[in-house]
């Protein structure tokens, strides 16, 4: 894995996203927030920004744009050092040093086998892996797993690392209580990645853009397929089983049909290419001469050339092309122009009767949707893809001996065109009747296939659920239980009942979930008037949201600052997608400024109650309303606190206010969480088994 700063304020516009990248300070301590990870192209596409601002850059005299390449390439063997003025790249032995790192899984891991990376070469690390990660995470529930350049930038490779990653969810779920992947796709990736990894209900958000440091630490742990095809054995094994054994698992322990892909897609754009293709009547089948690299793409004029051969020797193929060819038959059906998308390219490929492609995405859409193929390969080999029944590659003649075979693509220009020729040449060899016997072949195999549901529609993308509808209101989706939290709710609740009057006014400061507002605005009733300081926006909305639906009849102010004499706070922050739990203001390594407003400013002339949970600093909270507690003796409950002192602390500060301070034992023995009621030392109250707290 690789981060990165920019030396300058630069912002970078494309296609899928805008984005403001800060410089990197003067001096050597890089600021979390400011370093990216750099999930594939981003640290070359920020490099063309600076270049056009004419910034001066690390290496730029000397490499020109290749300076990001050669960069990353030199920082899986040693780390680059920062530097005054250039871009500054940190490699893995630099981002392993900071602890707020997550676990990395797969055949390498990190954090889990002695310090640093650890290559595997047992068959199948990842369930011992996850078994380690929920030892070290025994309370946890709910683990969020980053996918980090989820799978290369082609569309093709995406869909068969998706096809490997349904796989691995298997082992997930085996393994975790729950999880949620959430995807960081290449920056410089096909837009159309996003469509092919987003439906499946398992996966949480989908990032174009690398997340901060400080951000990453959300996660709990994370694959990284950084540097696709340069990693290990790629080339040594069919794709779909490399992406199982790069995620930590043993290929041949994996069911052949568990191999073949799923594609999701749109009923409208289905519906569309069905309407483009009814007045094609008979057998119609696709050629598609293009690859996304000149190495793996049918020359034009020998595609023209074999187009014709194909038409004359079979007078009932129906041809249809998507790009275009300098040829006109009655029989050739130029779609380039309405097939615009890959969204209508995979629809068009599943509609059809046959497929002859030198593009791999194509054979892989093909799969899925049971159309019988046939692939014409430059370098990969003919076997590729084995586990498709309704494929058959062929190699150009001679291919093996060619010099980039085995190659996905050729370095650079100059290499391309010392070896162009002889690709040229080799691609006029292919024999139309050969391929068409093949693809016959593979069209009767269809009727006895047996059925693969690839095909999965959809009306609209999936959205993972941000809340959840429960009998107590709308909780964040993957809160995890507390009893200690849902008896100081029920305790505070059952207090304040007793103490409160139909349209009184009430302070709450963290109440974190909707149970104790709804109950007190029950209390309060039409009349009542509630001061809400809720800091987390998640939780804040969520029981606006409750309120609003079940008790709209009361008068609401809310408040997102810390009730505090300071001026600003800090807090941990929140995510709705991570494990959170309410005793904590969140779990994120990134924190929040807040500004901070004293109870005393809201100059409440009269208050029936105020209720204070945690994580509220319930001292630093009623210092800030020592005016407001002289003039109203209002009755005041903290739950839950975790220590003595704390309460000895609280019980000193209100005991010279005239307060008597009670407290009670949450789980009813005296080491455990407390509640402290305070009232006006005036009343009598009995303590129906709290207990009198003593002062001095």
Excluded at 331 to 336: Q, Y
Aim: charged share 25%.
């Amino acid at each position: 894995m690789l981060a990165f700063i920019a030396p300058e304020e630069v912002t970078v516009t494309t296609a899928q996203f805008s984005r403001h990248y800060r410089a990197k300070p003067a001096g050597t301590t890089i600021p979390l927030d400011r370093l990216t990870i750099d999930t594939g192209g981003e640290a070359v596409l920020v490099q063309k920004a600076l270049d056009e601002q004419q910034k001066r850059l690390v290496k730029a005299e000397e490499s020109g744009g290749e300076w990001a390449e050669k960069a990353a390439d030199s920082a899986a063997e040693k780390d680059a050092a920062p530097g005054e003025g250039k871009m500054t790249l940190l490699g893995d032995k630099m981002l392993l040093s900071w602890s707020g790192l997550p676990v990395r899984l797969g055949r390498i891991s990190s954090h889990l086998v002695g310090e640093g990376l650890h290559r595997h070469e047992e068959l199948a690390p990842l369930p011992l892996q996850l078994a380690a990660l929920v030892a070290r995470n025994p309370a946890k529930r709910h683990f969020r797993i980053a996918v980090v350049a989820a799978f290369g930038t082609n569309l093709g490779d995406c869909l068969i690392g998706m096809t490997a990653i349904r796989f691995v969810v298997e082992t997930l779920r085996h393994s975790l209580p729950g999880f949620l992947l959430d995807m960081l796709l290449c920056s410089s990736g096909n837009p159309a990645n996003l469509d092919i990894v987003g439906h499946e209900p398992w996966v949480g958000e989908l990032h174009v853009v690398g997340p901060s440091v400080s951000d990453f630490a959300r996660y709990d742990a994370y694959f990284d397929f950084t540097g696709l095809i340069g990693l290990p054995r790629i080339t040594e094994m069919p794709m779909v089983e490399w992406f199982l054994w790069w995620s930590g698992l043993d290929p041949a322990a994996v069911p052949a049909d568990r191999k073949r892909n799923i594609l999701n897609m749109s009923w409208e754009v289905s519906t569309h290419v069905a309407e483009l293709l009814r007045a094609i009547p008979g057998k119609r089948v696709l050629f598609n001469p293009k690859a996304s690299v000149p190495l793996r793409s049918f020359p034009d004029e020998s595609a023209v050339l074999f187009v014709q051969k194909l038409l004359e020797l079979d007078p009932d193929l129906q041809l249809v092309v998507d790009r275009p060819l300098k040829l006109e038959h009655p029989r050739l059906f130029d779609l380039s122009a309405k097939i615009n998308s890959p969204q209508k390219f995979q629809a068009l490929v599943a509609q059809l009767d046959g497929v002859i492609t030198v593009d791999t995405f194509a054979i892989h859409v093909a799969d899925a949707a049971g159309v019988p193929t046939v692939g014409l390969f430059a370098s990969i080999p003919p076997d590729a893809y084995p586990f498709y029944p309704l494929h058959h590659g062929m190699l150009v003649p001679g291919g093996a001996e060619l010099p980039a075979y085995r190659k996905f693509k050729v370095k650079d220009t100059e290499e391309w065109e010392s070896i162009k020729d002889a690709y040229t040449l080799a691609w006029t060899k292919f024999e139309a009747q050969e391929v068409l016997q093949e693809l016959r072949i593979k069209m009767e195999k269809r009727q006895q296939a047996s059925s693969h549901k690839g095909l999965r529609f959809f009306h609209a993308p999936h959205k993972t659920p941000r809340y959840l509808e429960t009998p107590a209101g709308r909780r964040l989706p993957f809160e995890n239980p507390s009893a200690i939290w849902d008896r100081a709710v029920m305790r505070q609740g059952s207090v304040m009942r007793s103490l409160l009057k139909p349209g009184g006014t009430a302070v709450v400061l963290a109440p974190a979930q909707s149970t104790f507002p709804l109950l007190l605005a029950e209390k309060l009733g039409c009349e009542g008037k509630l001061h809400l300081f809720e800091p987390r926006p998640l939780r804040r909305t969520l029981i606006g949201m409750d309120l609003l639906d079940r008790a709209g009849y009361v008068d609401i102010s809310w408040y997102d600052t810390m009730p505090a004499l300071s001026r600003q706070v800090s807090i941990a922050g929140e995510d709705a997608l991570c494990e959170t739990t309410p005793l904590r203001w969140g779990s994120l390594k990134k924190e929040r400024r807040l500004d901070a407003r004293p109870l005393d400013a809201l100059e409440l002339q009269q208050l029936s109650g105020l209720f204070s949970f945690a994580p509220m600093p319930h001292l630093l909270a009623l210092e800030s309303a020592i005016e407001t507690l002289k003039r109203t003796r209002v009755p005041v409950l903290c739950s839950p606190i975790f220590s003595g002192k704390e309460v000895a602390n609280i019980a000193a500060f209100l005991v010279p206010l005239h307060y008597q301070c009670w407290v009670e034992y949450l789980e009813q023995r005296e080491d455990g969480p407390m509640m402290l009621l305070a009232v006006s030392d005036h009343l009598k109250l009995e303590g129906h088994g709290m207990k009198r707290i003593v002062t001095g």
